[in-house]
C-alpha cells in the first residue's frame, strides 16, 4: 500500500478533488442533453467522451474504495480491550452506586442484560473488578461502500442503456405488420430492426360528445419466425414489454389504402369520364383499350401538398408515361402552377387522349407507438434501491462501543459506564443515559426489571 501512495496516478484516481470535479462535469453535461435536443445514437448521452468519463469516475470510485477499504476492515475486525482506563476519563462517563450487593452478582446480571442487547460481549474479570466490553452497529462501518458500489451499478446501467438501448416510433396500418422502427430524431431513412414482427390486428378509438378522443386501444400481435407468441392490448400509460422492446402507445391517424378510385375524361369523345377502380400496384386496361394504367405508389402527403397517387400508363407500343396525381389539386398554391406545367410527370392529360384524376382514396387508420429499449434499466432501478439503503444506514447508523467497569467494596458496588462513537455524538450521549437507566434495575440475584 505505500507504493501505492507513493504513486502519482495513484494519488491522483483516489482523490475526492477528482470524484468532484468529475461529477461537475457530468452535472453540466446532463442539463445541456437535457435542454438542448439530441440526435439519436449521436448525441452527448451517445459520445465517445461522456463515456470517457463515466469511466473515469467509475475508475475514481473503485480506487477510492479499494485504497480506503484495508483501514475500514482492520477497524472492523479489531475487539478494543474492556480494561482500558483512558476511555474513563475521556468525554463524560456516566456512574452509579449500588449498595448491600455483591460484585459477582452484579457483574452476571449485566453480562446477563448486556447479551441480548448488544454483539461481541468481552469480559475480563482479576477478581477485584470486572471489565466489560460490547458493541453495536459494527457493520454500518461498510455503508459508505454500499453507497460506492450502488453508484457503479447506474453507472453501468446508462452505459449498457446508452450503447445497447435505442428509443424509436413507428406507425402500424390496421391490420399491417412491422418488423423495423424509425429512430427517433433520426434518419428517418434509417430503420431499426427489431428482430421480430409486431402486427396491428385491430385499432379501436372512442369519443367524447365534443368529439375529444376518449380511449384508444391497439389490439397487437408478436410475432417470432412466423409464430405468434404473444397478444396483447396496449393502451395509453398501458404499455406492453416484449423481448426487452416496450412499446407505449402514442397517437393514431389515418393514412391512405391501397386502393384509388381515378377518374378518366377520354378528350377525344366530348370529354366523356369513366371510373376506374386500382389496387396498389395492379393494372387496369384504359377506356377503348388505349394503353394499360398502374397505380404505382400511394403517398399519404406528397411534396407537403397532400394524398397523391402516382400512376404509370404504358402504350401498346411499350411506352411508359409516369403521371403524379394529387387528390386536392385545386387547392394546390399558384406558385407551383409552373411546375406542373413544364414537367410532364405533373400533367393530368401527360398521356393523350386522356386526362387523369383522383375520385377517392381510401384511407387507413394507423396505430403511433413510441418504442423503446434500455437494457440497462434494472442495473439503475438496482443501484437507485442500493443507494437509499446505502444513505439510510451511513446517515441514520452509527459504530458504537460501550465500556463498563465493576468495583466492589464492603457491600457497595460501582458500575462507571462510558462509550465512543464514530458519528453523531449527541444521539451516543442519549444511548448511554438510556443504558445506565437500564444498569440501575439489574438485581442483586442478576435479574432485570425491565
Known sequence: M????????WNILRSVR?????????????????????????????SIWFRLIVFCLSVNLIICSIDRFPATLKLFRLT?????SKVFEEGTPRAILLSNTGLEQVSSGIQEHLRGRFRNLVIKDNGN???????????SLFSVYLVHLSVLFILCGAIIGSIFGFSAYVNIPEGGS??????????????KELGFSVKCEKFIVDFY??????EYRSDLGFIVNGKEVLKGSLLVNHPIKFMGVTFYQSSYGTVPGEKATLKVINNDKGAEETKIEVALGKSVILPDNKGELTVSDIRDNFMNLGPAALITVKSSEGKETPIWLFKDRDNIPENYSAMFEVSPKFNPSAYKPFTFSIDDMGSVTYTGLQVARDPGVQLVF????????????????SHRKFWIKITGEKGNVKIDLAGTSNKNPAGMERELDRLLLSLKNIKPEGKHNG
Open 209 to 214: 360528445n365534443n368529439g375529444v378522443p376518449k
Open 382 to 397: 438496482t443501484g437507485f434501491f442500493m443507494i437509499i439503503t446505502g444513505l439510510f444506514f451511513t446517515f441514520f447508523t
Open 178 to 191: 412491422i418488423d423495423s422502427v424509425i429512430p427517433s430524431n433520426g434518419d428517418a431513412q434509417k430503420y
Open 129 to 139: 473488578a470486572a471489565f466489560l466490553y460490547c458493541e453495536k452497529g459494527r457493520y
Open 18 to 46: 477528482l470524484t468532484l470535479i468529475l461529477l461537475s462535469i457530468l452535472a453540466i453535461l446532463s442539463i445541456i442533453g437535457t435542454v438542448v435536443q439530441q440526435q439519436e445514437g449521436s448525441g452527448i448521452y451517445h
Open 80 to 84: 478494543p480491550s474492556p480494561d482500558r
Open 2 to 9: 505505500n507504493d501505492k501512495k507513493t504513486n502519482p496516478l
